[in-house]
């Protein structure tokens, strides 16, 4: 195949693949609603970094990355569903001690009229945690996310191997198409949810932290369970 051939192949596949909704789409969501663009942008970089890597593995390895993993699809779900649980739980937890704590605070002011709609207004908690972490420290965070679930590769594998690519251009080609792919749709989506992010109250950005978080649980759930 053509490197131009395979180019447009791996822009093909990389959007194909990075536009499917799941467990990382949804905490990129919410990394950039609550963080904002900046660092939604850098969180959406390490998924298409890790995109690339995958992708760059099963044009090198072709059929032989899918053959590896063949037969271990059910420990690797499960692995990806205990991650993926862990970081839903962990945020489930931050967002509940994030509440705690400005209820407290108002308790101890003396009840100043604020109103249950504060909650989360206040830079404190998983808030404050977010909004002051570098824009590196989201993109390695979602770089480890996204890493955890390897049977990405067996997908670009398989695309790989029935494109038949030929030589290391076609290969670096391939990956190249992917990895420009999977950034292109990962900026456009967590702009579009840092800037509405913006206009979201703070009581309205805490029930989107929760109701995304759970609905990560969900999907570590359905992953276990096959």
Do not use: C, K, Y
Not at 173 to 201: I, K, Q
Request: aromatic share 4%.
């Amino acid at each position: 195949m053509e490197p131009s051939a395979a180019l447009l192949a791996g822009l093909a596949a990389g959007l194909a693949i990075a536009m499917q909704v799941g467990a990382v789409s949804l905490l990129l969501v919410d990394a950039a609603v609550t963080a904002g663009p900046r660092a939604g942008v850098a969180a959406g970089m390490g998924v298409a970094a890790a995109d690339l890597g995958f992708a760059a593995i099963a044009a090198a390895a072709g059929g032989a990355a899918g053959a590896a993993l063949a037969g271990h699809e059910t420990e690797i779900r499960v692995v990806a569903a205990i991650a993926v649980a862990a970081i839903a739980i962990h945020g489930l937890v931050a967002i509940a001690r994030e509440t705690r704590d400005a209820g407290g605070g108002r308790a101890a002011a003396g009840g100043d009229g604020a109103s249950a709609s504060d909650v989360g207004a206040a830079p404190t908690g998983r808030t404050a945690a977010l909004r002051g972490g570098a824009p590196r420290a989201h993109f390695a965070r979602f770089l480890a996310i996204t890493a955890a679930n390897p049977l990405t590769i067996a997908s670009f594998a398989a695309v790989a191997a029935a494109l038949s690519l030929d030589g290391p251009l076609a290969a670096v080609a391939f990956a190249a198409g992917v990895g420009v792919a999977s950034a292109a749709w990962h900026l456009v989506l967590s702009l579009a949810a840092g800037h509405a992010g913006r206009w979201m109250t703070p009581r309205l950005r805490h029930g989107f932290g929760v109701v995304g978080r759970v609905a990560v649980l969900g999907i570590a759930v359905h992953l276990a369970l096959g």
